[in-house]
């Protein structure tokens, strides 16, 4: 899930949730903006499609790491999936990081 603010102004108040599966690429210029609790944002690249600010990480949203990662980071990351293989009604992936 990505956290944004369809705003040109990373003030704005309005968050939405937008839901996207893990791995998936976020486009942003580079510029980053610290809110007044501590919740650093990364202003989207519009050249792909996407305007406003998406959280990168901070406190007040549920998350026990960051929203985003680095994307040439990535070589140094391990897609974990868990799962469960008891009976056919009940397998199925019960945890995924």
């Known amino acids: 899930v ?7 102004d990373p003030t704005a108040k309005r968050i939405i949730r937008m839901p996207r599966p893990v791995g998936h690429l976020v486009h942003s210029t580079g510029l980053l903006w610290t809110g007044r609790q ?3 944002w990364a202003e989207f690249d ?3 499609g996407m305007a406003g ?3 990168v990480h901070g406190p007040g949203f549920g998350l026990a790491g960051p929203a985003l990662i680095d994307a ?3 070589e140094d990351l391990l897609d974990v999936r868990v ?3 008891q009976g056919e ?3 199925g992936i019960v ?3």
């Open 46 to 48: 519009s050249r792909f």
């Open 38 to 40: 501590g919740g650093v």
């Open 95 to 97: 945890f995924e990081s």
């Open 72 to 74: 040439e980071r990535g």
């Open 2 to 8: 990505l956290f944004v603010k369809r705003s040109d």
């Open 53 to 55: 600010w998406v959280l």
């Open 83 to 85: 799962m469960l293989l």
């Open 89 to 91: 009604d009940e397998s």
